[in-house]
Nanobody, 115 residues
């Protein structure tokens, strides 16, 4: 099993920045894709950003140019740098990783952006 521990969420004013971290532990072999998802109240969970094992990245249109995903494989950690935050970015943010075809989720971290 792989456990994921997220950190870095909180309350920030519009235009501010936050950096989320997600550290994987447990039975780690080689982690493949690492993602960040988010879910706002009343909405479905949506993919925010993805990074492959080779470092290729993809972003939701709503966060392009503002968010940056990165990974440190030596630390089994994925990051999400969030700049120019907007009230509509308010959500619970979840990290997700794939290893040997199995997907694992973190418990989520709340991000609240005030106007």
């Amino acid at each position: 099993q792989v456990q994921l521990a997220e950190s870095g969420g909180g309350l920030v004013q519009a235009g501010g920045s936050l950096r989320l971290s997600c550290a994987a532990s447990g039975r780690i072999f080689i982690i493949g894709i690492m993602d960040w998802y988010r879910q706002a109240p009343g909405n479905e969970r949506e993919l925010v950003a993805r990074i492959s094992s080779g470092g290729s990245t993809n972003y939701a249109d709503s966060v392009k140019g503002r968010f940056t995903i990165s990974r440190d494989d030596a630390k089994n950690t994925v990051y999400l740098q969030m700049n120019s935050l907007k009230p509509e970015d308010t959500a619970v943010y979840y990290c997700h990783v794939l290893q040997r075809g199995a997907g694992y989720w973190g418990q989520g971290t709340q991000v609240t952006v005030s106007s």
